[in-house]
C-alpha cells in the first residue's frame, strides 16, 4: 500500500514503519555519539517503551551503557490491510537495531495496569534477564483498570476549581480560538489520580521486590511535567497536575521501600516536547509551537532523546544531579529559564491567525508530530508500495 498520514484531530490513525525505524534510527545514532554514560545501568525495565520518552529512555539504557532492556507498551500490531500503531514500529526497529549490536532485548505487548502484564514480566525477568537495577515509568493512558477491583477508569485534562478559557490552535484548521474547559468534578480528580497518579509505579515495585528482582542499589524513575503559568490552569494546577502529585508520594513510599536495597525513587521533571500523549493536551500545541520558536532562536530546543540524554547522564547516573527542593531530578531548567518564560508569554499574547507561522514554530510542531508516525523524515520515499508488515514479531 502507499502509506500517507491520516490525520484526525489531534491524532493520527496510521504510521509509517520505514520512517518510524529511521526516527529510532537516529535517537540511537544521536546516544552512541555523545559516548558511554559511566557507571550507567545493567539491566532495565521500562514501562511505556515503545514512543514518547519511554523510547528515548530504552534507547539511551541499550546504546548508551550497553544494558539489556525488557520494555512494556500498549501497541496495534499491523495487519494486511491496515499499518500498526508507531510504537509497534519503533518497538520493531529498536529490537533489530540493538539485536545486531549483540544487546538482549524483549518487549511484552500489554496493558501494563494489569496483574498479568506484571507476571508476565516477572516470568520473563526469571527466564532472562534476572535482577533490574533500574525501573523507569513512562506510560501515559488515558485509562486503567484497577486489578484489585476490577473498575475502570478515565483520566480527563480539565482545571479545578473554576473553567479555564485560553487560546487554542486547532492544528488542522491552523484556527486560534477561545476554548473554555469546565473544571473537573471531585470524581474526576480522583479517576485521573487513579490512572496517572503513583498507585500502579508502587504495585510494580512492589511485584518485582517480592520476587528478588530488584537489584541491590537499583534506581526507579517516573516522569512528570511542570510548566509554568501558561500551562499551570491546564496541567500543573489540574487534573493532570493532581495525578503527578500523587507520584510525589509514591516517590517518597517506594522509597523507603527500597532502603533495605540501598535502592532509590525518583519522580524526573521534564520539558514539554511532542508526543502522542501532549498533542492531545488542550493549549500544549500553541505553547510548544511558541517554546520551539523561542528556544530555537536561544539555541536550547531539546527533543525526547536529548531530554532524556541528560536526565541520565546531569541526574541518574551522576554523583552531583540536579535536585529541586522536594528531591525530584530536573531536566526541565531550560524551558522554565525566566527569560523563556518571558518571552513565550509576549508571544503568546501577540499570536492570532494572521501571524501564526510568523510568531510561532507552527510549522516545526507540525512536523515533529507527523514524525511521530514516521512521516515527513527525510529518505522516505512516501510514493513508494511498502507492506504494512514487519519482519520482527513480539
Ligand atoms: P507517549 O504517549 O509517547 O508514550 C506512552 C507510552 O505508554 C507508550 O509506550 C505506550 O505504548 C505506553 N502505554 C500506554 N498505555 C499503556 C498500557 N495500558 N500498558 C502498557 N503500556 C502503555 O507519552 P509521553 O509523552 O512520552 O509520556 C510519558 C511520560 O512522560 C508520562 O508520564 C508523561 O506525563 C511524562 N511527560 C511527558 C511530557 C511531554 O511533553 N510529552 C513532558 C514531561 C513529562
Request: hydrophobic letters at 40%; proline letters at 4%.
Amino acid at each position: 500500500m502507499i502509506i500517507k498520514p491520516k490525520v484526525r484531530g489531534f491524532i493520527c490513525i496510521n504510521a509509517h514503519p520505514q520512517g518510524c525505524a529511521a526516527n529510532v534510527h537516529e535517537q540511537i545514532a544521536y546516544v552512541k555519539a555523545q559516548g558511554t554514560v559511566a557507571g550507567g545501568p545493567r539491566n532495565v525495565l521500562v514501562l511505556g517503551c515503545s514512543t514518547g520518552y519511554g523510547l528515548s529512555s530504552r534507547i539511551a539504557a541499550a546504546f548508551g551503557s550497553g544494558a539489556s532492556t525488557l520494555g512494556v507498551c500498549f501497541e496495534k500490531p499491523p495487519t494486511d490491510a491496515k499499518t500498526a500503531s508507531a510504537g509497534y514500529y519503533n518497538t520493531a526497529a529498536f529490537h533489530e537495531e540493538a539485536e545486531a549490536a549483540g544487546l538482549f532485548c524483549q518487549t511484552i505487548n500489554g496493558d501494563a495496569f494489569s496483574s498479568q502484564c506484571k507476571e508476565q514480566v516477572i516470568e520473563a525477568l526469571k527466564a532472562g534477564m534476572g535482577k533490574v537495577d533500574l525501573i523507569v515509568y513512562s506510560l501515559a493512558a488515558p485509562r486503567r483498570t484497577d486489578p484489585a477491583t476490577g473498575e475502570t477508569y478515565s483520566s480527563v485534562l480539565k482545571p479545578i476549581g473554576q473553567a479555564y478559557t485560553a487560546k487554542n490552535l486547532n492544528t488542522d484548521t491552523h484556527k486560534i480560538a477561545p476554548v473554555t474547559v469546565e473544571p473537573a468534578s471531585a470524581e474526576e480528580i480522583a479517576a485521573t489520580v487513579k490512572v496517572m497518579g503513583g498507585e500502579d509505579w508502587e504495585l510494580w515495585i512492589a511485584a518485582l521486590k517480592q520476587e528478588g528482582l530488584l537489584a541491590e542499589g537499583c534506581k526507579t524513575v517516573a516522569y512528570t511535567y511542570l510548566g509554568d503559568k501558561l500551562t499551570w490552569p491546564i496541567y500543573g494546577h489540574a487534573t493532570i497536575g493532581k495525578a503527578k502529585e500523587d507520584l510525589d508520594r509514591a516517590a517518597a513510599a517506594i522509597a523507603q521501600s527500597l532502603a533495605g536495597l540501598k535502592g532509590d525513587a525518583r519522580v524526573a521533571v521534564l520539558k514539554a516536547v511532542v508526543t502522542q500523549a501532549s498533542s492531545a493536551i488542550p493549549v500544549m500545541p500553541l505553547y510548544l509551537s511558541i517554546l520551539f520558536k523561542v528556544m530555537k532562536e536561544q539555541g536550547s530546543h531539546e527533543g525526547c532523546m536529548e531530554q532524556i540524554q541528560r536526565l541520565f547522564t546531569e541526574c541518574l547516573y551522576s554523583s552531583a544531579p540536579r535536585l529541586d527542593a522536594v528531591g525530584r531530578l530536573r531536566v526541565d531548567e531550560r524551558e522554565l529559564d525566566p527569560a523563556v518564560q518571558q518571552r513565550v508569554e509576549v508571544l503568546w499574547e501577540q499570536v492570532d491567525e494572521s501571524n501564526l507561522f510568523e510568531l510561532t514554530d507552527f510549522a516545526g510542531y507540525n512536523a515533529e508530530f507527523l514524525k511521530l508516525f514516521g512521516f515527513g523524515v527525510s529518505g522516505i520515499n512516501y510514493d513508494a508500495e511498502t507492506s504494512p508488515l514487519v519482519e520482527y514479531d513480539f
